[in-house]
């Protein structure tokens, strides 16, 4: 108790400031007579901590972000702490109110986030022994800041989990919205980049809605692994204290405590598969961005933002581009490298707790901050882009796309293996490729002299329209096909629950 003393009137020199002015001068006195809040690491010491030393360790700046799970961690440990008969029932009383201000403080914006005070768990800590004195001390039983710290950060990547999974569905409503506007819309499908079949925007747009659709599962997947309680664990290997963290646990919304109380201080993997899922889910938006990046360039020409997501150039006054689509494009490279910098940090980390493990929240908080405006900004671009279906269309006819059927029309019709249709459609590219025309254009004559099987009905499969149609495999292109997919996703989308 003495040393609290010691450390804060430290601190107040340290940092030019009078106990009289980082305190009431009343709660300054209850914190002076009872010692509330000993600071954790202040007993051995007798001098007050160097300026880099708190330069570096301090965290206030960026954990303060999880203040309320913090505090919500506090009050169901005070409840338990009470129930187990640990601390009496007026602290726990007294402590449960002393929270509650401290609440209304930070929404009010006039809670004193103190550097001095490290990171958040000191600050609640010492704030709570301004407002209630001795009782305030009380709270920190059974308890460290190790798995105090596990629980908060624990329960926040939880609610940003839950979070960023409504905003991908928000996205892939978006997507299905779209699709189903352009079902019908033909495009080019691509391999390689080249002209490779037909298919329609619809299709295309709901190959995203899947994509996306894996991401939501890995967070939710990621977000049940998670779901076990540290607090409890305290500094490493539990306590002595009669603690009931089934109870703890379940009132924070766990489906259980976590079964070792080394793991429960030192993992940090809820933290990790978060960034991965993240990761992954900023590949799958990095991809759609790039397409329409590639769209809407003019050589292409099958989609347009509207002003609103695009941007001018100071010297080209005929440019447009979609600078949000390049960003969004670009968020990949930073939210991986946040997976690997947590990574890194996590590797040949000894248990249990150790600082380095301080530096889990900046990367986690920055991946989700990038990501959470990527998926905003690209569901905006969804609903904003204009489709040029003539365009599309005229393209999807082009570049012989409709090769394949030609094949498959000889496979069907004149019952020729694969492999030899393969090849005649082949030398029908390459003369139609001569003639500087379309497999649509050559004649009957000059496809009878690469198979004189070959009728009139081969005209039936070489438009864009019928290839796409033609598709009817589940998942394939076809119009009927995508609205299925349309309707079952529209249906898992707005489901309830
Ligand atoms: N600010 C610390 C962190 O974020 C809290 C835990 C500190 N524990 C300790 N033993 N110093 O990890």
Redesign the pocket.
């Known amino acids: 108790m003495q040393n609290r003393r010691n450390l804060l009137s430290g601190i107040a020199l340290s940092t030019g400031l009078g106990l009289a002015t980082a305190f009431r001068p009343k709660a300054a006195l209850a914190q002076a007579a009872t010692g509330g809040g000993q600071a954790?690491?202040g007993g051995r010491f007798t001098e007050k901590p160097g300026a880099l030393m708190q330069e570096i360790n301090v965290?206030i700046d960026v954990?303060r972000r999880f203040w309320r799970q913090d505090i919500t961690a506090s009050q169901a440990h005070a409840a338990m702490l009470v129930k187990q008969k640990i601390i009496a029932a007026d602290d726990g009383e007294k402590i449960q109110g002393g929270l509650k201000t401290i609440i209304g403080e930070i929404e009010a914006g006039t809670f004193p986030f103190r550097r001095e005070f490290?990171?958040?768990?000191l600050n609640v800590e010492a704030r709570l022994g301004e407002l209630i004195g001795p009782a305030s001390g009380r709270l920190h039983t059974a308890r460290?800041?190790?798995d105090?710290?596990a629980t908060d950060?624990k329960l926040w990547v939880r609610d940003a989990l839950d979070d960023m999974q409504l905003k991908v569905k928000d996205l892939q409503l978006a997507l299905v919205t779209r699709a189903e506007q352009h079902a019908d819309s033909l495009m080019p499908g691509f391999t390689h980049m080249q002209p490779a079949q037909p298919i329609t925007l619809g299709h295309h747009l709901m190959a995203y809605v899947e994509m996306f659709a894996r991401d939501v599962s890995r967070m939710a997947d990621a977000r049940t692994r998670m779901n076990e309680c540290p607090l409890g664990s305290a500094?490493l290997a539990g306590t002595s204290f009669p603690i009931d963290r089934t109870m703890t646990a379940q009132a924070l919304g766990f489906a259980r405590p976590t079964a070792n109380s080394l793991d429960g201080v030192a993992d940090r993997d809820f933290a990790l598969e978060a960034l991965s899922c993240f990761t992954l889910c900023a590949g799958h938006l990095s991809r759609l961005a790039e397409e329409m990046v590639i769209w809407c360039n003019p050589q292409f020409g099958f989609i347009a933002f509207s002003d609103s997501y695009s941007t001018g150039s100071s010297i080209m006054p005929q440019k447009r581009n979609p600078d949000a689509a390049e960003l969004v494009r670009a968020k990949s490279g930073p939210i991986s490298g946040d997976f690997l910098a947590l990574n890194t940090v996590l590797k040949g980390l000894p248990l249990a707790?150790d600082?380095d493990?301080?530096e889990?929240?900046p990367p986690v908080f920055h991946a989700f901050d990038a990501l959470d405006l990527a998926i905003r900004a690209m569901t905006g671009m969804v609903l904003d882009f204009k489709a040029n279906t003539a365009r599309m269309a005229a393209v999807a006819a082009s570049g012989f796309s409709t090769a394949t059927d030609l094949a498959d029309w000889l496979v069907q019709n004149l019952n020729i293996p694969f492999r030899e249709a393969h090849h005649i459609s082949g030398a029908a590219v390459k003369l139609a490729e001569t003639k500087g025309v379309e497999l649509s254009q050559l004649t009957l004559k000059q496809y009878q002299s690469l198979n004189p099987g070959i009728t009139a009905d081969i005209y039936r499969v070489l438009t864009a329209k019928a290839s796409c149609e033609a598709r009817t495999s589940y998942g394939g292109s076809a119009p009927a096909q995508v609205r299925q997919q349309v309707v079952r996703w529209k249906g898992l989308l707005t489901a309830k629950g």
Request: net charge negative.
């Open positions: 954790m690491w965290s954990d490290e990171d958040i768990h460290s800041r190790n105090q710290v950060f500094a707790y600082k493990l301080q889990d929240k």
